[in-house]
């Protein structure tokens, strides 16, 4: 019943080590999101695909890249991690039709980087 | 959130309302949101408000929309301690179409038993 849902939950690692997150939404959503929570609770937008093409990508460091196999995924991959990339980070989804309004998150990702 | 502001903690004791506030700055907002998030969670989405909106009201929590001052508000009646949590307000920007939120800092609720 999971609309959302990211995995791992926790992920420990060193500098310099690659690591993926995954998301995945079954609500038949056309847009999906990533968004990153810093240590002091800021939320900010990272990227945003609309039917597997990229439709915002914000200021982040190009370590960081998106990929949607279909519309019903988003993966987050992330080169060399450094110190300042620990964060929590949230997957959402959203419909693409006007008038619909909600984005829907998932449970978030606690990347610590050691 | 730089074009967000709410302040950061609030306190206020069981059985009296909360006022939760934020002001934002993009006069094209469509919609304005309160979430939820509690320790360790993702984000709950407790109500929205659209712009052309001025109150609205679902069961304890009833939202206020001033778009003259750009100020938003999330009044919770009768607060529990399981309303303790942070709060955040976010707009969507339609006119960019970007559809991304736009986050507050957030406002830390506590209630006192």
Known sequence: DTAVSQTPKYLVTQMGNDKSIKCEQNLGHDTMYWYKQDSKKFLKIMFSYNNKELIINETVPNRFSPKSPDKAHLNLHINSLELGDSAVYFCASSPVLAGEYEQYFGPGTRLTVT | ?113
């Open chain 2, 1 to 113: 959130g730089e074009d967000v502001e709410q302040s950061l903690f609030l306190s206020v004791r069981e059985g009296d309302s909360s006022v939760i506030n934020c002001t934002y700055t993009d006069s094209s907002s469509t919609y304005l949101y309160w979430y939820k998030q509690e320790p360790g969670a993702g984000l709950q989405l407790l109500t929205y408000i659209f712009s052309n909106m001025d109150m609205k009201q679902d069961q304890r929590l009833t939202v206020l929309l001033n778009k003259k001052d750009k100020h938003l508000s999330l009044r919770i009646a009768d607060t529990q301690t399981g309303d303790s949590a942070i709060y955040f307000c976010a707009e969507r920007r339609d006119g960019t179409g970007r559809r991304a939120l736009t986050f507050g800092s957030g406002t830390r609720l506590q209630v006192q038993p």
